[in-house]
Protein backbone atom coordinates (compact mmCIF):
# COMPACT_ATOMS: atom_id res chain seq x y z
CA UNK A 1 0.00 0.00 0.00
CA UNK A 2 3.03 2.14 0.91
CA UNK A 3 4.32 1.66 -2.57
CA UNK A 4 1.52 3.01 -3.88
CA UNK A 5 1.12 6.25 -2.41
CA UNK A 6 4.57 6.83 -3.21
CA UNK A 7 4.27 6.06 -6.61
CA UNK A 8 0.29 8.00 -6.84
CA UNK A 9 2.67 10.88 -5.20
CA UNK A 10 5.48 11.06 -7.90
CA UNK A 11 2.96 10.96 -10.70
CA UNK A 12 1.03 14.15 -9.55
CA UNK A 13 4.24 15.65 -8.34
CA UNK A 14 5.33 15.49 -11.98
CA UNK A 15 4.78 18.74 -14.24
CA UNK A 16 2.07 18.49 -16.97
CA UNK A 17 3.71 19.10 -20.40
CA UNK A 18 2.43 21.35 -22.84
CA UNK A 19 1.75 18.55 -25.09
CA UNK A 20 -0.57 16.51 -22.83
CA UNK A 21 -2.67 19.89 -22.30
CA UNK A 22 -2.81 19.91 -26.17
CA UNK A 23 -4.29 16.29 -25.99
CA UNK A 24 -6.44 16.88 -22.79
CA UNK A 25 -8.08 19.94 -24.43
CA UNK A 26 -8.70 17.80 -27.66
CA UNK A 27 -10.15 14.72 -25.62
CA UNK A 28 -12.73 17.00 -24.10
CA UNK A 29 -13.51 18.86 -27.47
CA UNK A 30 -13.57 16.38 -30.12
CA UNK A 31 -15.36 18.65 -32.67
CA UNK A 32 -12.47 21.09 -32.69
CA UNK A 33 -9.86 18.26 -32.38
CA UNK A 34 -11.89 17.04 -36.16
CA UNK A 35 -11.01 20.20 -37.04
CA UNK A 36 -7.53 20.90 -35.83
CA UNK A 37 -6.30 17.57 -36.78
CA UNK A 38 -7.61 16.06 -39.53
CA UNK A 39 -9.08 19.22 -41.22
CA UNK A 40 -12.41 17.83 -41.32
CA UNK A 41 -15.23 20.39 -40.56
CA UNK A 42 -18.82 18.63 -39.54
CA UNK A 43 -22.42 20.70 -39.44
CA UNK A 44 -23.78 21.34 -36.06
CA UNK A 45 -26.08 17.73 -36.68
CA UNK A 46 -22.52 15.84 -37.11
CA UNK A 47 -20.78 17.21 -34.68
CA UNK A 48 -23.60 16.71 -32.07
CA UNK A 49 -23.32 12.68 -33.22
CA UNK A 50 -19.72 13.22 -33.36
CA UNK A 51 -20.03 14.37 -29.40
CA UNK A 52 -22.70 12.00 -28.29
CA UNK A 53 -20.67 9.30 -29.36
CA UNK A 54 -17.42 10.83 -27.80
CA UNK A 55 -19.14 10.87 -24.59
CA UNK A 56 -21.31 8.65 -23.62
CA UNK A 57 -22.09 5.08 -23.59
CA UNK A 58 -24.69 4.10 -25.99
CA UNK A 59 -26.34 6.21 -28.53
CA UNK A 60 -28.67 5.82 -31.55
CA UNK A 61 -28.66 8.33 -34.51
CA UNK A 62 -31.99 8.35 -36.47
CA UNK A 63 -31.23 10.45 -39.52
CA UNK A 64 -32.14 10.10 -43.19
CA UNK A 65 -30.07 8.94 -45.63
CA UNK A 66 -26.57 10.42 -46.86
CA UNK A 67 -26.22 12.54 -43.59
CA UNK A 68 -22.92 10.83 -42.82
CA UNK A 69 -23.60 8.86 -39.98
CA UNK A 70 -20.89 6.65 -41.80
CA UNK A 71 -18.51 9.41 -42.36
CA UNK A 72 -19.20 10.32 -38.73
CA UNK A 73 -18.37 7.43 -37.04
CA UNK A 74 -15.42 6.76 -39.22
CA UNK A 75 -13.70 10.10 -38.44
CA UNK A 76 -14.56 9.48 -34.46
CA UNK A 77 -13.25 5.76 -34.59
CA UNK A 78 -9.71 7.44 -36.26
CA UNK A 79 -9.62 10.34 -33.69
CA UNK A 80 -9.84 7.98 -30.75
CA UNK A 81 -7.33 5.70 -32.21
CA UNK A 82 -5.33 8.97 -32.25
CA UNK A 83 -6.04 10.65 -28.97
CA UNK A 84 -5.65 7.69 -27.33
CA UNK A 85 -2.54 5.38 -28.26
CA UNK A 86 -2.46 1.38 -27.15
CA UNK A 87 -6.11 1.03 -28.11
CA UNK A 88 -8.67 -0.89 -30.24
CA UNK A 89 -10.81 0.44 -32.02
CA UNK A 90 -13.00 -2.05 -33.85
CA UNK A 91 -16.40 -1.62 -36.27
CA UNK A 92 -19.35 -4.14 -36.68
CA UNK A 93 -21.86 -3.67 -39.37
CA UNK A 94 -24.12 -5.81 -40.82
CA UNK A 95 -23.07 -5.69 -44.17
CA UNK A 96 -19.51 -5.84 -46.01
CA UNK A 97 -20.06 -3.22 -47.68
CA UNK A 98 -20.54 -0.68 -44.87
CA UNK A 99 -17.30 -2.35 -43.70
CA UNK A 100 -15.73 -1.45 -46.94
CA UNK A 101 -16.87 2.57 -46.66
CA UNK A 102 -15.69 3.53 -43.19
CA UNK A 103 -12.01 2.06 -44.13
CA UNK A 104 -12.53 4.25 -47.64
CA UNK A 105 -13.65 7.39 -45.66
CA UNK A 106 -10.52 7.04 -43.03
CA UNK A 107 -7.82 6.27 -46.00
CA UNK A 108 -9.16 9.57 -47.28
CA UNK A 109 -8.98 11.43 -44.32
CA UNK A 110 -5.42 9.69 -42.79
CA UNK A 111 -3.63 8.76 -45.84
Not at 24 to 43: M, T, W
Not at 85 to 109: H, M
Request: proline share 4%.
Amino acid sequence: MAEYIKRKRVHEDREITQYEKIIGFYRQNPSVACEDLLNVHFPWYQKAALEDFWFKDRICVIAGRQLGKTYVGAVGGLLYALLYPATRVGLIAPIYGQQKRWFEDISEIYF
